[in-house]
């Protein structure tokens, strides 16, 4: 049996609107390797730490090792067996401006979570349901995905159980600044938080609630044909915040 460390790493892509009066287009993606559809995946070593090891390989994928890491979940389960690895999953967080020099065997594919019970990975569309099922004494959680390859199976378990953890931390941690590049506007602030969460937010008390996390830079946005908008970083002595 190999123990294997993978993650998931999420990256927010930007593309200018060619309507100005629009906000820009934010979009999540997910590193993919091309030849196996699979995610960045290394074999553990005991001499070294696993996010040492990790970093290592996000250098050789992306060309930083510079992006945020959490532990998730491991995939215990006997069915989970059968490919004879046992899946240590971690959460990346990164901009696109984070990617350097991405490896040619990996590709950035569009990911997102509609409504909780839909996922769309590259131009594939995959049902899903999360059940609850009581089991030693206690009710535990499962998502179940409506498809016949096992090998697919897993890969978008890790990829929900990875991205239902982002939504789990959003609201009481920094996590979706890890998303922003270093420097942003409030209402980018608000578009990523609504597309990890997936609902839609009031933007005023939104705004009241996120900015004391930011610190203003001496810098605005006037290309959107609208009153500019002030530019903001985020403010790490706000951290006690979370702790």
């Known amino acids: ?63 930083n090792a510079n992006i945020h890491l959490e532990q998730v979940y491991t995939f215990g389960e006997s069915r989970f067996f059968d490919d004879n690895k046992i899946d240590i999953i971690y959460m990346g967080l990164a901009n696109i401006e984070d990617i350097k020099k991405l ?37 535990e959680y499962f998502h179940v995905i409506d498809i016949s390859d096992f090998v697919m199976e897993k890969l978008l378990l890790e990829l929900i159980t990875a991205f239902k953890h982002l939504r789990s931390r959003v609201d009481n941690t920094d996590v979706c600044f890890k998303l922003l590049p270093n420097i942003f506007t409030l209402e980018d602030v608000r578009i990523v938080y609504e597309m990890i969460k997936g609902i839609t937010v009031d933007k005023s008390n939104f705004r009241k609630k996120i900015i004391k996390y930011c610190e203003k830079v001496d810098m605005i946005v006037d290309d959107k044909g609208y009153r500019p908008s002030q530019m903001y970083k985020f403010n790490p002595d706000s951290i006690d915040v979370w702790l």
């Open 1 to 63: 049996m190999e123990l294997s460390i993978v993650t998931c790493l999420f990256v927010l892509d930007n593309k200018k609107n060619e309507n100005k009066k629009k906000n820009d287009i934010k979009s999540l993606k997910i590193v993919l390797n091309k030849k196996d559809n699979d995610l960045i995946r290394i074999k553990f070593d005991e001499k070294t730490t696993i996010k040492e090891l990790m970093r290592s390989e996000l250098k050789k994928v992306i060309g």
């Open 103 to 139: 490896n040619e065997d990996y590709e950035l594919v569009d990911f997102e979570v509609l409504d909780n019970k839909e996922i769309i990975l590259g131009e594939s569309n995959f049902c899903y349901k999360t059940d609850c099922r009581k089991k030693y004494g206690y009710v």
